[in-house]
């Protein structure tokens, strides 16, 4: 499991974004998630949000628990509601949006 935090920014009015990201081992997909996630997370919640990098053949009980059907899944856990986007992250815009996020 590889974790990655950005530091909270010390104004009451930002929102940390927790968000845990599941994929298979080092497929193509997975390389692709992982980067699209980072670059966007840097570009656009810098210092406003926390990543998890979960690879359910490593720890398949936590796709159980969230009841995984398909990968790469983003989860957005925080700030609510919950959300999830299926795939590998590379539209920004429907990343963007189904964050929450508006530019």
Known sequence: MLKE??????RPDNEEFV???FITGAS???ARAISNI???CELH????????IIDVYQQPERALVEQLV???LLIKK???PERRLLGDLSDEKKVLKGLGIVI
């Not at 935090?5 to 010390?10: C, D, P, R, S």
């Open 28 to 30: 193509p997909n997975s």
């Open 70 to 72: 398909a990968l790469p």
């Open 78 to 80: 925080a700030p609510g």
């Open 45 to 52: 919640l810098k210092n406003r949000y926390s990543l998890e």
């Open 38 to 40: 980072r670059k966007i």
């Open 19 to 21: 968000l845990r990201l």
């Open 5 to 10: 935090t950005g530091n909270i920014l010390n």
